[in-house]
C-alpha cells in the first residue's frame, strides 16, 4: 500500500487538520455495497460548504487514498452515517466526487447505476445499510488518522 507522505494541509491549503499516516498505524473495517445509492439525506462535510468532497479538489491522491480520507472524515463526524462514491462511469477508475449522508433511510441497491455508485459505512451502520440494500457488502481496511 502506498502511504501519503505530505499532509493534507500541503496537497489542499485550504485544510488543515490532517496527520499523516505511517506504518504500524491503527486500522478499521469499513463495509462497501456496490452498486447501491442512498438517496438524499444529503450532510456537509466538516470544513467544507457542501455535502460534496470533489477529488479534483485533492489532486495526486489516488482513489484508495481519497477513500480513506473521507472515511476518516465519516469517522470523526457523527452527522454522516454514510457516504456515496460517485466514480466518472461504471469502470470505477476515477472518482468525481464522494457524497457525505445524514440517513440511510433511503439506501437502495442501485444496479441501474452509470456512475459505478457504491455506499460505505462504518460498523454502528452497518445493520441499518444492510436491511436497506438488500445486497451483500465487502469488508475493506483503512489506516485511521488522527487517533
Partial sequence: MFLCQYSFAQIRP???GFTNTH???NTENAYLFDPAAVSG???TWPGEVSNKLYAND?????NTEFIDYALNLMKDTSSIRA???VYTNNLQ???NYIVGKGSLNTAYHKPSTTTGQQVYVLSEHLASASANIGIAYTTNSFIVTGD
Fill in 58 to 62: 485533492f489532486g495526486g491522491l489516488s
Fill in 23 to 25: 506504518l504500524g498505524s
Fill in 83 to 85: 457516504m456515496v462514491v
Fill in 93 to 95: 477508475q476515477t472518482i
Fill in 14 to 16: 485550504s485544510f488543515s
Fill in 41 to 43: 439525506n444529503s450532510a
